[in-house]
């Protein structure tokens, strides 16, 4: 039999994208062109910190949806435009970042879109472009008469990052980013065979200055285009990617799969059916069948379940989202104490960040043995107001030590294991936790 010709393998990328809700904006032709051929086309991201958040994950999904529709993807880690940074949603301007620390930045990069995209496969490989490669050893005047002369003033001045960035200010080095950008795509249209530029919404003008600049500097009849998803928002108006503590980025040490995970846990039902299209690789028929499970039962969070196992576990693997599993049982479930006892110490402290972390010596922690005694002596972390106070907690079944009810007022503390030899977590009522360490 016949192996399917490339062309016969190719899917429709934009009806995949259009289900999704993944199309912003879209450049007449790019359709047509994607259903020709296999075709090249690319994201730019710009390293800027060591680690991608959840915000760049979106444009990822572009270049995952294009090369399982059969087509090239190209990322591009902007070592060059990351030196000065784009003016597109900002109202200052970013602040400049060594060489040697962008250099580490694109290192990292490189390693996470690996995990999403194949750099191996034999028809369309994923590549990987730094348009710092092409940007080195050209000089300023050089650019000027290569690009600057073709795009007006008038031309540049029009695209809306810069219109906003009017009154408060633009420098012309952030003005000059959508020619330099524009540029990349000429380079790659050129050297590479882009003929697709792909990015969020706010980068429409960036993008098409690029179609703009092939068109007039390239001899032949130029054809390129340009596609833009919507920049994502939550229901309640707050911004996409943050949390309380901060971004949301992929790498572990920065946040945490447990983290990572109750983000998209934590979604509401209105942004869990809108993301699991967007972020996951579940097919239309699998999201409508849990649409349906969810509909008659949203206190399950069916959605939100499905749509933080598939992201967890491609971003970070299925052992780290186990592990998540655990540990928002041992946060918000009825777990055992077996299972406190197994999550290992980096864990423990990533799930009960954010809560009273109290410090008591070794020698304090024995010279006080009874319960009653030892939460007392640490009252002034505000824990009970009064001894007479902890010990009718205690004896209504108030208090727990690592998920194990005190019986007792007098019962000995250390009937309780140590968590990782130095932790003792303990709960007040149904949903009040301190975690308490035992130092030397």
């Given at each position: ?23 912003h904006?879209i ?8 259903n ?10 710009d390293?800027?910190?060591s ?5 760049n994950?979106?444009t990822?999904m572009?270049?995952?949806h294009?090369q ?15 030196m ?16 040697e ?5 694109q290192?990292?990069i490189?390693k996470?879109?690996?995990?999403f ?14 348009n710092?490669d092409w ?5 300023f005047l ?25 009154e408060t200010?633009i420098?012309?080095?952030e003005?000059s ?41 390239s ?15 939550k ?7 943050k949390?309380?503590g ?7 040490t920065?946040t945490?799969?447990y ?5 998209w846990?934590k ?29 008659p ?34 946060l ?11 999550i290992?110490e ?5 799930v ?16 006080n ?19 007479g106070?902890?010990r ?29 030899n ?19």
């Open positions: 039999m016949n192996e399917p010709s490339g062309l016969q393998r190719m899917k429709n990328f934009v009806e995949e994208l259009k289900w999704r809700g993944m199309i904006d450049m007449p032709g790019t359709e047509e062109q994607l020709k051929e296999i075709t090249a086309g690319y994201v730019g991201f390293p800027t910190a680690s991608l958040t959840i915000g994950l979106v990822i572009l270049l995952v294009f399982k529709a059969g087509h090239k993807p190209v990322a591009l880690v902007g070592g060059a435009t990351g000065i940074g784009d003016p597109s949603g900002k109202s200052e301007e970013r602040k400049f970042l060594s060489e620390t962008l250099r580490h930045n290192e990292c490189k996470q879109l690996s995990k995209l194949d750099f191996d496969t034999k028809d369309n490989p994923a590549e990987l472009v730094n710092y940007f080195k050893g050209m000089g050089q650019f000027l008469r290569e690009a600057g002369k073709h795009l007006t003033v008038n031309y540049m001045m029009a695209k809306d990052s810069v219109k906003k960035r009017l200010g420098s012309y080095t003005f980013y959508q020619l330099i950008q524009g540029y990349d795509y000429y380079h790659l249209y050129k050297e590479k065979n882009c003929r697709l530029q792909m990015g969020g919404s706010d980068q429409w003008g960036n993008i098409t200055a690029g179609t703009e600049l092939i068109r007039r500097m001899d032949e009849k130029s054809e390129a285009f340009a596609l833009t998803c919507p920049l994502i928002t229901a309640d108006g707050t911004k996409f990617g949390s309380e901060g971004n949301i980025w992929l790498d572990p920065l945490s799969p983290k990572f995970y109750q983000f846990l979604a509401s039902d209105e942004d869990a059916a809108k993301w699991i299209r967007i972020f996951t690789l579940l097919s239309k028929e699998e999201i409508e069948a849990l649409e349906k499970q969810h509909e039962a949203m206190h399950e969070r069916i959605l939100q379940k499905a749509l933080a196992k598939d992201i967890t576990i491609r971003v970070h693997s299925e052992a780290d989202y186990n592990n998540a599993i655990h540990a928002t049982e041992v918000f479930g009825k777990s055992s104490v077996e299972i406190l006892e197994k290992d980096n864990l423990l402290l990533s009960f960040e954010g809560l009273p972390q109290i410090k008591i010596t070794k020698s304090h922690w024995e010279s043995p009874v319960v009653l005694e030892l939460i007392s002596t640490i009252s002034e972390f505000n824990i009970f107001p009064s001894k106070e902890a009718k907690m205690i004896q209504g079944g108030g208090v727990s030590i690592n998920k194990t009810k005190v019986t007792a007022p007098d019962q000995l503390s250390k009937e309780f294991n140590l968590l990782q130095k932790y003792l977590l303990l709960q007040k009522g149904k949903k009040e936790y301190f975690l308490i360490q035992i130092t030397d």
